[in-house]
């Protein structure tokens, strides 16, 4: 021990001293400590020295600091030391660097508010933490969600959270995320939303539980116990909710800056309302219960809105309108009993004033009357054995008996409120288990500390045993499973304070002998107290100066309890009459209902009925117990059992505790107060976990982590091939104590301390490594660097001496010259710098004079004229004075007289009246006449001196008046004689001016006459260089203009070129945009239809359940329904056929069926909208495609010939006429089936007239549409016949289909009938001839509006140029305006251009719809005579011929399979549903199953039989589908299908007979095209098909891969050696060193290769499979991020590497696979970056810029996510600065992103299926025996 001391205190060793500000302050050994020492010299972080004074009798030695490589660590046990200052650090670094607000104390969660809105809680957040183990994960509220949620499914016990803390530490917002967490991932059972009722509670709770607080906004004032329910799936079936503790005297009273209850204030916010008029509200001002805390205004919230939320939430839970408005009559009523005033009558009695508003309005709103309550408010009734008594009582009590009934009232309330939340959340489901969520109040200590903080910390003594208790039990059952020795663990035992408070003659069992006491009081108890405890209990003391107080020593701290206000507390009395005037309320029945429920006996976890304190409402009633012995039951006595009740619920559940911290009193965000997050941790028991975990082992490490860790301490001798017995040598060796470890079956458990031990060892020993490998290093690279400059010092003396000799002569040389130029020079400089200096001299005196001559002058000038106008002015300014003054006197001799006249006027109307006459009526009011009449004269003296000081002021004024006028007459005068003088000044003046003029413009007109003749010559010359210059100048110009015509023609052609790539990409991106969402409502579709599929099942077994008798016989009965829209009509029908068949038993089955028909009709709803909504998007991305083909059309239309252009138009048409076609047929086939099915439901009239006629005119109709085509068939199947023959005439035998086709032509002996299909292909021909003349010319048309538009483009360039040139010459504001309005103008012409065209396509369109409809109808009036019994020539084919066995016959095959309509199911059952990939379709060709079902559906074609096509193609898609929802989680299967559907739907294409298929054929591949349907919408269909298998795919590799990214990816150490394991804590993370059932990369990869050899064993398309490979990449890459994200102990510089090779391991598999060119790569690029993020320098602004430019597929919340994780592994790293991470901040702050941290793991991109014709050959085909395809026939 003294050893490891010694080595551990030595120079530079940090340790912690306590510091009055800081509690615990940071210093560094300054010396090393030596045995005997008294003292420590340190030195503070700032610079300071300090001698540390050491305790003389224990020497104990400072605590030392945790290694860099500990601070921060997700867990506060994985600290090598534990003790409270490295506790306050580690949260303190987490929380205000890295701004983690959650951190893990071994089984505690501790939570720190950040007072600000963290992205740390969406539905992403939720998905990561789901499933994944506690430890694994970075700490997290829902981490412990998660732990309690899996733990109850694992063990199948009941689980607890116990969220505590104090007021405005976050407890309900902790509680409220939990709850969120368990609704997210649990799901619901029913329709009713059950977690949303959950979540609605909140609001509704916080309304009426929570205030305004000095220290939170949102305090909870009451605790709560929320039980959530769980059905034997685990998904949330119900919730139930105890309260205990409701602060009842916030109603009546608030401190300063406090506020009453929330409900109160958002009622008075929405008094203006309609609905709350009638509630007689105002602002919170104006009631006496809202606003002594002086503050209703909570900043930033809304109550007006919130009551809105309010509201809803009471809707939701099933509260109507009228109970809310009952709820609300009742809270307004509160109000108003709060405003009644009550005086003082006498000493003993007290009145309320008669018609008090108040009152009055109370006694409204209950239905009570207004003289029963205002007497019983003053008075109270007396009872004795014989008699009964009414008493007056004083003012005072008065108004403590009005407060007392509106917190009764109040607490009734909140008692119903819960009851009827309770009852919302109840359900009929059994309950598996449930997860309570304890959101309860923490310990606290005030100045003055009353019942309510006596009741609420010895709640928390009791959950504080709960929880020591727990730890102990948890850290024993380590030891005892690791089957190491252990020792009894010594830690707190509270149970003396409980005792001390519960047990007998205990606080509260003499607080209730008190309070049966008739005259028992505060200080007897007191005294009671004091005699009984204050020598026996060392827990109980009293205090010094005081006899009504008593001080109790709790688990965290002493708190003084103040005995005055106890016994009122705890009896709670309210006035029995107040309560029956209530209850007898005839007009409120809620009120009524509110105080019947308090009649029913109650639990003993009732809630206390505290006057002024908190209240435990009763939730489950017991009714074994009547009411009146509920009643005599005091507070105290009711909390102690309802506190009982809950620890025996904690103690039947496993419980999961968070504990919250507030860092601030001031609510700033981020703000880490030491001082009072250590006072909470000491009494959350956080520092109580650490001591008990301290006292025992607290490091452990797996044998493999221990060895990976510290083998650098080992020697070679030292490694044996038993890492165990290695790793107990090694510790042997190391530490010499064996008390400090222990060796268990897995693990090593180490004292606190012994691993910080082994780490300075650790870091010592690699120092010392990297010491010795720099002195190498640095020897060898000085050696090389000496040698190198010595040869290079020779060679540079050798030239620089030579250099420097052949420098000096040339110098010399120089010199010499130098001396006798600057001789001449110098001379001719003084010269012409001496007569320049007299030239300018001379010039200079000429000016000068001259200048102050004119000065003078003009000052003389000035002067004159400044005279003339101040004699004006001041004249001016006299005469206005003069004016305004008698004005004045004017208004103020108006207003004096104005003034006496009505005073003579009042005197006389005072006169006027008849004194006697109000002597007679006011008797006894003489003197106050006379007052008033002395008064009177009073007034009117002073009336008397104010008129004569006002004559004075008058004559004053008058006399300044006529002296005033004098003045301005002689002003006058004087200015009469001023103004002559000046005119005559000016006159004498003007004429010395004209004088001067006169001779200097003669002497100017004699110099100009000299020099002009001079001039003028020398400016000729000037002109004539000038326009030489100018000349020269204008071609540059013009040179210049040419070249930059030139460019900006350039630019203007590459900006074009951009643009036009720009808009392709825009259109390909809403492409794929329209894509996905048209997949994900598939995705959707899909589930309604398992939905929809499951109800029937259950429906089908309920109705076969009830009606053992009525059973289906055919399993594939249910197969043969569509469930795809396009066939429901005709499996409606089939349904309905069957159905009609069953017997009586129908009634049965409708009764049964109509037990779900509300939800049947909302799914059929659904489906109807979902189908309207994808055939919107189907229509959306048709136009998107088209719009896409048009613009890659547009672009290349200058590049094809004219005859292109003129193909692609008529194909165009084609098109549109087939569209329109194929619409007109798909319309008529939907009116007969609506026919149909009115016959069927009988809506219709099948016998009426017109129905028959209508029906025969669409049949006649149909069947000579299908009779025209089959001729048409004929005639040409006959033609080629003939051609044939004419060719082969050996091989006529042989020639099987033309020579039937030539039979069934000789079979037609009807002439008329042949005559009337030559004429119709008359007609047919005529048509088109004239459809091709009409082509023709439109052709022609086209080609001069071409010829025209290329004129018109060229004209346009010209003018463009012009232009151009034209604004180069403008300056740069008028070329841009002019650039503006002529792109303006431009646009506006194009826009008319295109508003042309499209009127005339409209025209167009509607000509060829009209065209069209003639043609029809024309065909249906020529098919009225005709027969139905025309048969198609594929039923005429010899059944004999499959019989002929030559061999010579397989190469005649036709690639057509045949069977009979009752081998349809056979046919599905034996291809589709009971196929197996890994057994009988492993040998098989790729897609036979595909190529089979074709073949068939050919047939059916072949045959014209329209019925087997639409029935195989159903059974088809069904089956599928039904495999699908069989066996969607094997891989294999779902791969098999989707290859199989895929290649089918390429067949439907590759022989659908369209142009775009066919050239990818083969002649003979062309022959087996479809002839008779057209299965374009079949195609679509599959299509949709195709999509949901995808994306069932890729949920079932997904499902496969989750669980081997993370371990393969992050956690597996790829590169051995790269990363070291740090120590670990309690919630222990999953090990990086690879175990046996450990997934690594190679998992990865070899999974990755099994699912792309299926799929290509299968067939699968090799576009599908990159496709699918870069969904199963992106799924990698987001996964892994994510979870980088959420674990720090992922983010160091060795796992960057990890990271990076892996990715490169995944790269390389690409190249092997030849998928580079997939984009899968790309989608790792943010995993990729983030790793770069870990390895890059952290430190100066150009490493910041860095960054910022690098990651740019990263978010600026994940890249200052990472920085803020990254944590050093060893010492040698360093961890980022806050400053580096705001500059980060600041760089990125401008980018546009999204605020989300993680990636969406559940992203699909769209999927595309690109046509790939098969090469194989149809008849080549041969159909496996093991698929029992026997009844299958060849043709």
Known sequence: MNQELYYMFVKLARVWIPDAEEVWKSAALTKNYEDGDGSLQLALEDGTNLEHKLDPKTKNLPYLRNPDILVGENDLTALSYLHEPAVLHNLKV????????????????????????????????????????????????????????????????????????????????????????????????SEANVEQKVLASNPIMEAIGNAKTTRNDNSSRFGKYIEIGFDPRYRIIGANMRTYLLEKSRVVFQADEERNYHIFYQLCASAHLPELKDL?????????????????VIEGVDDTKELSTTRHAFTLLGVNESYQMGLFQVLAAILHLGNVEVKDRDSDSSVIPPNNSHLTAFCELVGVSYQDMSHWLCHRKLRTATETYIKTVPRLQ?????????????????????????????????????????????????????????????????????????????????????????????????????????????????????????????????????????????????????NRAFIIQHFADKVEYQCEGFLEKNKDTVNEEQINVLKASKKFPLLVELFQDGEKAVSPTGQPQGAGGRTRLSVKPDKGRTSS???????????????????????????????????????????????????????????????????????????????????????????????????????????????????????????????????????????????????????????????????????????????????????????SAATTIQKYQRMCVARRRYRQKQAAALAMQTILRAYMARQKYRALLRESKAVVIQKHARGLLARRRFKRCLRAIVYLQCCLRRMRARWELKKLKIEARSVEHFKKLNIGMENKIMQLQRRIDEQNNNHRATVDKLATLEAGHAADSERMRVEVTRLRGVEEDARNNANRANSLQGELERLKKELATTQKEKKTIEDWATKYRDEMEKMVSELKSQNGLLKSEKDDLNRMIQEQRQQMTEQMARAIAEETQQLETDLNEERSRYQNLLTEHLRLEEKHDDLKEEMALSSNTSRPGHRRTDSTHSSNESEYTYNSEYAEADEGSRVSEVDGGRAHMDSGRGMDTNLTLKLQKRLGELEQDKQQLRDELENKEELFQRARARDDVEHKKARGAELEYESLKRQELESENKKLKHNLAEMRQSLLGNQATGAGAPGSPAYKVLLDQLNSSSEELDVRKEEVLILRSQLVSQKEATHHKDEKETMTEPTHHVVDVSKLKDTDEIKQAYVGLKDTNRLLESQLQAQRRSYDNETEGLRSELQNVKEENNRQQQLLAQNLQLPPEARIEASLQHEITRLTNENLDLMEQLEKQDKTIRKLKKQLKVYSKRIGEMGVGQTEGQTSPGQMVDEPVRAVSIPRREKDFQGMLEYKRQDELKLVKNLILELKPRGVAVNLIPGLPAYILFMCLRHADYVNDDEKVRTLLASTINCIKKILKKRGDDFETVSFWLANTCRFLHCLKQYSGDEVFMKHNSARQNEHCLSNFDLAEYRQVISDLAIQIYQQLIKCMENILQAMIVSGMLEHE?????????????????????????????????????????????????????????????????????????????????????????????????????????????????????????????????????????????????????????????????????????????????????????????????VTFPFNPSALALETIQIPSSLNLGFLVRV
């Open 94 to 189: 987490r929380f205000i660097d890295s701004k983690l607000i959650y951190t893990y104390c071994g089984i505690v969660l501790v939570a720190i508010n950040p007072y600000e809105s963290l992205p740390i809680y969406g539905s992403d957040i939720i998905n990561a933490y789901s499933g994944q183990n506690m430890g694994d994960m970075d700490p997290h509220i829902f981490a412990v969600a998660e732990e309690a949620y899996k733990q109850m499914a694992r063990d199948e016990r009941n689980q607890s959270i116990i969220v505590s803390g104090e007021s405005g530490a976050g407890k309900t917002v902790s509680a409220k995320y939990a709850m969120r967490y368990f609704a997210t991932v649990s799901g619901t059972t």
């Open 280 to 296: 007689r509200l105002g602002s919170a001002n104006d009631f006496l219960y809202t606003r002594q805390g002086r503050s209703p």
């Open 398 to 546: 008065a108004v403590n008996s009005r407060d007392a009934l509106a917190k009764h009232v109040y607490a009734k309330l909140f008692s119903w409120i819960v009851e009827h939340v309770n009852k919302a959340l109840v359900t009929n489901i059994k309950q598996r288990s449930f997860i309570g969520v304890l959101d309860i109040y923490g310990f606290e200590t005030f100045e003055i500390n009353s019942f309510e903080q006596f009741c609420i910390n010895y709640a928390n003594e009791k959950l504080q045993q709960q929880f020591n208790m727990h730890v102990f039990k948890l850290e024993q059952e380590e030891y005892m499973r690791e089957e190491i020795p252990w020792t009894l663990i010594d830690f707190y035992d509270n149970q003396p304070c409980i005792n001390l408070i519960e047990a007998k003659m205990g606080v509260l069992d003499l607080l209730d002998e008190e309070c049966k006491m008739p005259k028992g009081s505060d200080e007897s108890w007191a005294q009671k107290l004091y005699n009984t405890h204050l020598k026996t209990c060392s827990l109980f003391q009293k205090p010094r100066l005081s």
């Open 629 to 815: 012995r509920e009643h005599k039951k005091t507070v105290g006595c009711q909390f102690r059992n309802s506190l009982q009740m809950l620890m025996d619920t904690l103690n039947a559940t496993t419980p999961h505790y968070v504990r919250c911290i507030k860092p601030n009193d001031f609510k700033l965000a981020f703000s880490f107060d030491p001082m009072r997050a250590v006072q909470q941790l000491r009494a959350c028991g956080v520092l109580e976990t650490i001591r008990i975990s301290a006292a025992g082992f607290p490091s452990r490490w797996t044998y493999q982590e221990f060895y990976s860790r510290y083998r650098v301490l080992m020697k070679q001798k030292d490694v044996l091939q038993d890492k165990r017995l290695t790793c107990r040598n090694v510790l042997e060796f190391l530490v010499q104590d064996q008390d400090k470890y222990q060796f268990g079956k897995t693990k090593i458990f180490f004292r606190a301390g012994q691993v910080a031990y082994l780490e300075k060892l650790r870091s010592d020993k690699l120092r010392v490594a990297c010491v010795r490998i720099q002195k190498t290093i640095r020897c060898w690279l000085a050696r090389k660097k000496f040698l190198r400059q010595r040869r290079s010092a020779i060679t540079i003396q050798r030239f620089t001496r030579g250099f420097q000799a052949r420098c000096l002569a040339k110098f010399m040389r120089r010199t």
């Open 1614 to 1806: 790829t590169i051995q050696g790269v990363s070291g394991v740090k120590p670990t804590g309690l919630r222990k993370r999953t090990s990086s060193i690879a175990d046996e059932g450990m997934y690594t990369l190679e998992s990865i990869l070899r999974q990755l290769g099994a699912f792309h050899s299926t799929m290509c064993q299968h067939g699968t398309d090799p576009e599908l499979i990159k496709q699918v490979v870069k969904q199963q990449f992106y799924i990698i890459g987001a996964v892994t991020l994510n979870n980088l994200l959420l674990r720090k102990d992922m983010c160091s510089w060795s796992k960057g590497m990890q990271i990076r090779y892996n990715v490169s391991q995944l790269e390389e598999w690409l190249r092997d696979k030849n998928l580079m060119a997939c984009g899968a790569k790309e989608t790792l690029e943010p995993l990729i970056q983030a790793a770069q993020l870990l390895q890059v320098k952290k430190k100066t602004d150009e490493d910041a810029e860095a960054i910022c430019s690098m990651c740019h597929a990263l978010t600026t919340a994940q890249i200052v996510k990472v920085l803020n994780l990254y944590t050093p592994v060893n010492e040698f790293e360093e961890r980022v600065s806050v400053s580096f991470i705001r500059t980060i901040q600041t760089r990125l702050r401008g980018r546009c992103e999204s605020p989300q941290l993680l990636m969406d793991t559940k992203v699909i991109y769209p």
